[in-house]
């Protein structure tokens, strides 16, 4: 292996332990006899992945062994704030004098605090255990140059009050039209570019570097989300050309380095509304009632090669995003709607993975290679549905309902395992030609999902067993095991709503939670505390396993068009070192874990706001339309309540009951109605009006109908 290589783990080695003490680069490469240039290029990326620690001005030293850490900062619209840590330990909690001038996103360095003081009862978690406190001591990278908010005029200023609550300052700003920036009016929703901020006392200064437009203009709302989260608009030209400069799809009988599967019974199988088809299955009926299951993913790693133009895009946009009224895509149309969408009746190149199930749903031998397909049909859900549940017409309905025999057997050996069942309703928002939201469907997830699901769990299982067993570097998916301190919060949380719960550490014992949940007028909000208190999945070059999914090795094989991570797993399969230096796959790693959290935050945010939006036209202290909610959290000042059939939490004021007067139990987490006796405690069933939309803060209030 070559030093260079090595050079991380040669440093490391000096900066930690008890008696290591902190060295300057010189003195690094001295003693490793590596040129300076090497060392500090190497211990930049080692301080941004949290394991060394700049002190002393130039010296260098274990974070481990200084106490710092590095990570993440998050803050909360009440000014205190969070530091994830880049190796995956428990969060940083920095009070807010204690953030120094971080922003929200700020990649930083914060010292951990063990004072006797950090021992208060500021310092403690639910659970009794110590609250890891600490204060930022500077900031590492900017993650957030541009902000997007709203122009507004003081007396003496320009300022920019920033959408995202978390960002807890107005920026100033020079007056619009002058020092080159657009211009623009107060009320206008604009781009900022943070310039220069001193300290926490005083108000960042910016300069306007784009006018987005009035807030009322059609599409402005998205396009800001599109900025806030620093998004792609355009692809740049180079990659265009080389996505238009790709032949149609032709190739003779018998194809060279590709086994030829046009002449099999292959089907696409995905929502209405999608514009790519990345999947394909067929089935190929064996002795003894076994079967092999062969999955058809776009050969992406054709077209997008290492080093081009395409592949620099798509590395860099690392996923597509999906907001509620289109996508951004990681490849271009031409690549991502036309030649790795495997539309029906036309040839496609793919990258196959075979592999052989049994009736009791037991994953066999597995083979893996390069072919060409030619897809029979593309079936919706609802399609695919009928079609499983009626009796069997054609070789199409023979085909989807011994599929899902083999998938039903795959599921039910998955549970047994120890897998929990994670998955969550989805809304989908409908919108009018103006961008406003013209209606709302729940999609829930039936047997034809199922199907599908498991196919591809099983292409991703099998595909990762395989590069493991080879040892090729590859980037793997990974679930790590939670947190006792975390589920123990959880469980006192369930402890509160009623609901007898046992060492949760136990799988099967979470497994057992999940089972009761289902129709609790608490369910939903139960389940998405329990998803708060397990990890979070990300890349890794390390195969670590999969908790939620309880699988030793997992990864991602199956949407190669939209994700980064897929492309690299397919040339990791092609090639024995095509995944890259296992340093070099680490800094990616990271960089694919966090570009999937900002999408995943634009998604949220922009489905979240046109459900607001939607809302909204029903609101006031007069309004008429009621939705049915439970209430999830009692409190002195009034209760949390869900909107099943919108998955929304929102908030009744005590001071919006108006037909009894309220007063709050603290010990049964109640209120209780002094002249009707009428109580409310987590559970209850009530039906609401919305009452006021705060747009801005993503906020919503209701009153009892």
Not at 77 to 100: M, N, Q, R, W, Y
Not at 268 to 275: F, G, K, L
Request: contains cysteine.
């Amino acid at each position: 292996m070559p030093a260079a290589s090595r050079l991380p783990d040669r440093i490391l080695s000096l900066l930690q332990g008890k008696k290591a003490t902190p060295l300057e680069a010189a003195s690094l490469a001295r003693r490793l006899r590596v040129p300076p240039g090497a060392v500090v290029r190497t211990l930049t990326l080692l301080e941004k992945e949290g394991k060394v620690a700049r002190v002393r001005q130039n010296h260098w030293i274990s974070a481990g062994n200084a106490d710092l850490v590095t990570g993440a900062i998050q803050f909360h619209s009440k000014g205190f704030a969070f530091v994830l840590p880049e190796d995956g330990s428990p969060d940083l909690h920095i009070p807010a004098e204690d953030t120094a001038n971080a922003l929200h996103g700020d990649l930083v360095v914060a010292r951990l605090d063990r004072r006797p003081s950090a021992q208060g009862p500021r310092g403690r978690r639910p659970d009794g255990g110590e609250r890891r406190l600490g204060r930022v001591l500077r900031i590492l990278e900017r993650r957030a140059a541009n902000i997007v908010g709203t122009l507004q005029k003081t007396a003496r200023f320009h300022i920019v009050i920033p959408d995202d609550p978390r960002y807890l300052h107005n920026l100033y700003v020079p007056a619009p039209g002058t020092e080159g920036s657009p211009a623009a009016q107060p009320g206008d929703k604009v781009v900022a570019r943070l310039i220069d901020w001193k300290n926490r006392h005083s108000n960042p200064e910016g300069i306007i570097v784009e006018r987005l437009g009035a807030p009322a203009d059609p599409g402005v709302d998205i396009l800001s989300i599109i900025r806030k989260f620093d998004l792609p608009a355009r692809f740049p030209p180079e990659a265009m050309a080389e996505a238009s400069s790709f032949p149609k799809v032709e190739l003779p009988d018998n194809p060279p380095g590709r086994e030829d599967l046009r002449g099999e019974f292959i089907i696409t199988i995905d929502p209405d509304t999608a514009r790519d088809f990345d999947d394909a299955i067929s089935l190929r009926e064996l002795p003894n009632g076994h079967a092999e299951i062969g999955i058809h993913i776009a050969d992406v790693s054709h077209y997008v090669k290492v080093g081009s133009a395409l592949d620099h895009e798509a590395r860099k946009r690392a996923n597509s995003v999906y907001l509620v009224n289109g996508v951004i895509p990681m490849l271009p149309p031409r690549l991502s709607d036309d030649l790795c969408s495997l539309r029906p009746q036309e040839q496609r190149l793919t990258y196959s993975a075979f592999v052989r199930v049994g009736p009791d749903g037991k994953a066999g031998a597995a083979r893996f290679g390069r072919s060409v397909i030619f897809s029979r049909h593309r079936l919706t859900y609802a399609e695919a549905m009928e079609r499983m549940k009626r009796p069997a017409r054609d070789d199409l309905d023979r085909f989807l309902q011994r599929a899902w025999h083999f998938a039903s057997a795959l599921r039910r050996r998955r549970f047994s395992a120890g897998a929990l069942d994670l998955d969550f309703p989805e809304l989908r928002i409908l919108l009018d030609a103006r961008g406003k939201p013209d209606r709302i469907e729940r999609e829930s997830s039936d047997e034809s999902h199922q199907l599908i699901e498991e196919f591809m769990l099983l292409a991703n299982e099998s595909v990762a067993c395989h590069l493991n067993r080879e040892n090729r570097p590859a980037v793997y998916r990974i679930h790590e095991m939670p947190d006792e301190s975390r589920l123990q919060e959880y469980r006192e949380l369930l402890i509160a709503h009623g609901i007898k719960a046992g060492d949760l550490t136990q799988r099967g014992e979470i497994q057992k939670i999940l089972k009761l949940l289902p129709g609790r007028p608490d369910g939903y909000a139960l389940k998405i505390g329990l998803l708060r208190s397990l990890k979070r999945a990300v890349y890794s070059p390390k195969s670590l396993g999969h908790f939620g999914l309880a699988k030793s090795h997992y990864t991602h094989f199956t949407s190669p068009i939209r994700r980064y991570a897929d492309l690299l797993v397919h040339r990791a399969l092609a090639h024995p070192k095509g995944g890259g230096k296992s340093v070099h796959l680490d800094q990616l790693a990271q960089h694919l874990s966090r570009t999937e959290r900002v999408a995943a935050e634009a998604e949220q945010e922009s489905k979240k706001l046109k459900l607001l939006e939607y809302l909204e036209m029903q609101a006031g202290p007069h309004a008429t339309q009621t939705f049915p909610a439970v209430v999830t959290e009692v409190t002195n000042f009034g209760m949390f309540v869900e909107l099943p059939d919108f998955l929304l939490s929102g908030l009744v004021h005590v001071s919006s009951i108006k037909d009894d007067f309220f007063s709050y139990n603290p010990s049964q987490r109640s209120l209780r109605g002094r002249r009707s006796g009428k109580t409310y405690r987590a559970g209850s069933h009530l039906r609401v009006a919305v009452l006021k939309i705060d747009l801005p803060k993503r906020q919503v209030d209701f009153r009892p109908a």
